[in-house]
């Protein structure tokens, strides 16, 4: 029986590997996919008739846990491929099964030639806002097998091909990058989970550095900040992080979810943000807004692009007893910190019987006008997971839900009116979910529509095209 197991668990995580979503970029009306072979990759573009145009093949490159490779570079994961923000050049990083070198290849979307450079380990691509440049960073989760992996955050500018150390991991773990518009400026979290005072939770710091004069500067003290200002007991929690760090243009700030644990495991968070001066401000405790609830985190934070207002999905727990029995409630709640270190509760849902919170997912319209919520709910006692779809009108605050069979865990809006979504057979938490079909959704009028069945070994990479996918594409590459 453990031998079953233990092949079916692998057999899944091939199949999570295949499916895994690259990273994605602005959305536009085509589609380019890829398709992982054996021994090399394969990308298509798909036009708005739904035919494949094939663009490019990358021999020798396999994902690692996707079918029986024979080729030399091994990416560790699908989603280390990122396209660049312009869609013209693709990039990752990859370790050579036969010289043990690990490298970081360029491609120009449809082009045959690359660039590629040696790199100290495997990491995560994050690309420069105008596409000129790359940071090279340590990977956001272990990949295990021995591979060698980045400690240290470096930049990779195409222009001249020079890879040059920017942020030194010596000092502690790095994480949550984000780039800035600007170009010049990058925030990220880092430090030691360090404590000068008791009582004390262990938690790291968001720092700043200039990519041109390559200066770090420290812009929080969360530290200070859980001991004095929140309104919780310091001593109870066993860690606390940061999550979801998320840059306002309109207010020039950044937002981001202290999420602080205790021994119970159970997450309580404070929506926080701070300037580029380092001007702290606690934005709101979901235990003020909750203050019955035995978990509050925030699922995601969206800043407006046209307004001062930040909007948060949040999913709580609370337990009720019944008939002698205790039983768990779970809801989603979407607040507006529009007015400064004030949270303001727009819309909510509960639900019963519920193991873990309904939502784990959202986006915001591009307009601001609606947010899209999507989770599942597991029965705590079938183990099954149904889906869970909602649109939030923001002028009005009402709740419209649709129908999904499955848990929905990757939700984007395409434009104003037209959101995509996809089904997992599985729940939201579940490493090892695979996805069983993407789905547009238009709220002026209601409509569901699934424009493909994920088909075995592809993966979207930018867009999803409104159209049925053909299910056998060409295998002729330039």
């Known amino acids: 029986m453990r031998i079953v197991t233990v092949l079916l668990s692998v057999l899944l995580l091939c199949l999570a590997y295949a499916f895994m979503t690259i990273a994605q970029s602005d959305v536009e009306s085509e589609g380019i996919v890829i398709q992982f072979d054996s021994n090399q990759i394969n990308l298509y573009r798909v036009d708005n008739e739904g035919n494949f145009v094939p663009l490019q093949s990358l021999d020798g490159v396999y994902i690692r846990g996707v079918g029986f490779s024979s080729g030399e570079w091994e990416i560790a994961r699908g989603s280390d491929i990122v396209l660049s923000p312009d869609r013209q050049q693709l990039a990752f990083t990859a370790f050579s099964n036969i010289t043990q070198e690990t490298m970081l290849f360029v491609y120009g979307v449809g082009e045959t030639e690359f660039q590629r450079i040696a790199s100290p380990g495997l990491g995560q691509v994050i690309w420069a806002p105008d596409s000129s440049e790359i940071l090279l960073t340590p990977p956001d989760t272990l990949l295990g097998g021995g591979l060698p992996i980045l400690e240290d955050v470096y930049l990779y500018t195409l222009e001249n091909s020079s890879l040059t150390l920017l942020v030194s991991g010596q000092n502690g773990a790095l994480s949550d990058f984000v780039w800035l518009p600007n170009g010049e400026t990058i925030v990220y979290e880092g430090g030691f989970s360090t404590c000068a005072m008791q009582p004390c939770t262990p938690v790291r710091n968001l720092y700043m550095v200039d ?26 929690f066993s860690f606390c992080e940061v999550e979801h760090l998320t840059w306002s243009a309109f207010n020039n700030r950044l937002y981001y979810s202290l999420d602080c644990e205790d021994s ?11 300037s580029l001066s380092g001007e702290n401000r606690l934005e709101g405790q979901l235990t003020n807004s909750f203050p019955e609830a035995i978990r509050s985190q925030i699922v995601d934070i969206h800043p407006s692009r046209t307004s001062n207002a930040v909007y948060l999905s949040a999913a709580v727990s609370s337990e009720e007893v019944v008939d002698g029995f205790v039983a768990i409630k779970g809801s989603w709640h979407l607040l507006d910190n529009s007015v400064a270190g004030t949270l303001i509760i727009l819309a909510s849902q509960t639900f019963d019987d519920v193991s873990e919170p309904p939502v784990q997912a959202s986006a915001l319209s591009t307009d601001a006008g609606y947010l899209m919520l999507g989770g599942g709910l597991l029965d705590g006692m079938t183990l099954i997971t149904s889906g869970y779809l909602a649109i939030v009108d923001l002028t009005t605050q009402q709740v419209t839900e649709y129908q999904a069979d499955k848990a929905v865990c990757d939700v984007e809006w395409l434009d104003d009116q037209t959101a995509r979504y996809r089904q997992f057979d599985s729940a939201c938490s579940n490493d090892f979910r695979i996805p069983t079909g993407t789905w547009l959704l238009n709220v002026s009028n209601g409509t569901q529509t699934e424009i493909t069945a994920d088909l075995n070994g592809f993966v979207w990479v930018l867009g999803i095209p409104a159209f049925i996918m053909e299910p056998t594409p060409p295998t002729t590459f330039p």
């Open 211 to 236: 990519r041109l004069e390559q200066v770090t500067n420290q812009l929080t003290d969360l530290n200070t900040v859980i001991t004095t200002e929140l309104t919780l007991d310091a001593a109870i």
């Open 264 to 274: 119970g495991e159970f997450t309580f968070s404070t929506l926080m943000s701070v």
